[in-house]
């Protein structure tokens, strides 16, 4: 899978903002007049493009006062071809297969900031953070939730120990959310023809983003016949409604959209389709995303790599403008158990498209994608109990907020007796995940509700919210570790007023609505 979830931030999104201020000077679009060419980069870019090279997709991030015009220029030189470009952000996406191109473009500094491939292998015709398959709900368990429903709860939602944990069955009694309110679900897809979902999908701001140009033909945003019912499950979560039929929703009276962005087959995220989708949802008015992946191949993406440097700088872009034009983004932390505010951390699984060479690196400057980048909401997994998910990434100062994102070891008194999240799946049925690719849709949920109390409010003061109203947890004294033994919890630390497990605390989605 793609790895649904990642996250950041302490004072190392510091640096990641200083150093796309300079970038981003120019939003929100291109100044009109370009930027003097070297002659030595004319050069370089005229010389004969060599075109036997595998076929890889490049993102090319523009001066402050270069054109687009000239970038397709020197692009088409250098053997490339134009797929599409942002000029609100000066980010152009283009395929070449010159083994060269994007040295070639890099020579050219009056153009270009950075260049880079997005992936290591040749295209064809993206993964998650969720840990573990999917668990299908039995007609045995279906059968139990129903005869446990109280009055006013859906058939199921006497197995939803994850809404009771944030208050959100308490909420529903006051405000289950505007439909004038949309969160997008940037992922593998959503089937909106499941029942639970069908009545709050908003086809007008769904898309296909794969490849990095919008496709908005009927259906196209749903998973594909070989795909993943990871984007379905995320969207029940958010906002399935409360109609009578299985779960019910954080949100359930909002909008949710799908934006599909990853690849057919390997369901892998690239950076071309993940701008696509930030772009989209920003042009779509679409108020909060939901972002339950890293973007492939690389697990962290170094600085000092010409290519991982335009990767985080195309993102980086992408995640300012449209958080400019009102839209939160909320990212999973990452299952990988790793502390994001330590001093290295070993990365085996890079780049995961082609062969992983393992490296250790040092995570204030290299950056999980979109998770560590600065504006957007890092969740960690929580479980029944309150504590860690075992699996969850965590840091001081990087993690803003936690949510259920389920734990096997940690065991409900629900029907069913199973810790880990149910929501929608595809087929119309239900099942269950664990991941941080749960807890983020929770908090998703959540800054939709707010957003329906205070339609005014900015992004930056909708996070502001999520942490203040909170529930504060301290460090606990114990976790349980992927073997289910519970284990010292040292690894946890405190200050701020946030501890590295949880943040600023668990949300809450009864004072969201209050």
């Known amino acids: 899978m793609a790895h649904l979830g990642s996250g950041r931030r302490r004072a190392l999104a510091i640096p990641v903002g200083l150093a796309l201020t300079a970038s981003l000077a120019f939003l929100p679009s291109v100044a009109a007049s370009a930027a003097p060419v070297s ?19 490049y993102v090319a991030n523009l001066k402050t006062y270069a054109t687009v015009k000239a970038a397709k220029k020197a692009i088409e030189r250098a053997g490339g071809t134009v797929v ?18 994007a040295k070639q473009l890099r020579a ?6 950075s260049v880079g491939a997005t992936r290591t292998a040749p295209l064809q015709t993206v993964q998650t953070t969720d840990e ?16 446990a429903a109280q009055e006013g709860q ?14 959100a069955d308490q909420a529903h009694k006051i405000n289950d959310g505007s439909p004038d309110v949309t969160v997008g679900i940037i992922d593998t897809g959503v089937d909106d023809t499941h029942p639970d979902l069908a009545g709050n999908f908003s086809k007008e701001q769904s898309a296909n983003c794969v490849g990095g140009v919008a496709d908005t033909t009927e259906g196209a945003w749903r998973p594909y016949a070989d795909g993943s019912d990871h984007g379905t499950h995320v969207a029940g979560t958010i906002g399935a ?3 009578g039929i299985g779960i019910s929703g954080v949100a359930p009276g909002v909008k949710i959209a799908g934006i599909k962005v990853s690849e057919p087959g390997t369901s892998l995220f690239y950076t071309e389709a993940v701008v696509c989708g930030f772009m989209f949802a920003a042009e779509k008015g679409i108020e909060v995303t939901n972002n339950s992946y890293y973007v492939d191949p690389w697990l962290y993406n170094c600085k000092a790599d010409e290519d991982q440097k335009a990767l985080v700088e195309a993102i980086g872009r992408a995640t300012k403008y449209s958080e400019r034009k009102g839209t939160l983004h909320v990212a999973s932390a990452g299952n990988s158990n790793h502390d994001l505010a330590g001093d290295s951390i070993l990365d085996d699984t890079s780049p995961n498209d082609t062969t992983p060479v393992p490296r250790t690196i040092d995570p204030s400057v290299c950056f999980d994608l979109p998770t560590q980048l600065p504006g957007v909401v890092t969740v ?15 840091g001081l100062g990087v993690v803003d907020v936690a949510a259920p994102g389920g734990d096997k070891w940690q065991v409900p008194a629900t029907p069913d007796a199973n810790g880990r999240v149910l929501s929608t799946v595809l087929g119309g049925g239900y099942g269950y995940k664990q991941g941080t690719s749960m807890a983020a849709p929770h908090v998703a949920g959540v800054a939709a509700l707010l957003k329906s109390a205070h339609p005014y409010a900015s992004p930056a003061m909708i996070q502001a919210m999520l942490k203040f109203q909170a529930t504060k947890a301290d460090c606990p004294a114990q976790i349980y570790n992927s073997a289910g033994a519970l284990i010292d919890a040292t690894t946890c630390e405190s200050g701020w007023g946030q501890t590295g497990y949880y943040g600023y605390g668990v949300v809450d989605a009864l004072k969201a609505v209050k």
Not at 159 to 167: A, E
């Open 380 to 394: 960690s997994a929580t479980g029944d109990k309150g504590l860690r998910s075992y699996y969850s990434s965590y």
């Open 108 to 113: 050219n500094r009056g153009l270009f900031d």
């Open 39 to 57: 002659t030595t980069a004319d050069a370089a870019t005229t010389s004969a493009a060599e075109t036997n090279g595998p076929k890889l997709s």
């Open 241 to 243: 409604p409360r109609n």
């Open 132 to 147: 573990g398959a999917t668990q299908h709900l039995s007609a045995a368990d279906a059968a139990k939730a129903a005869a």
């Open 154 to 167: 859906e058939p199921l939602e006497s197995n939803q120990w994850d809404l009771r944990t944030i208050k």
């Open 84 to 101: 599409t470009a942002y000029e609100q952000i000066g980010v152009v996406v283009a395929h070449s297969q010159n083994p060269d191109f």
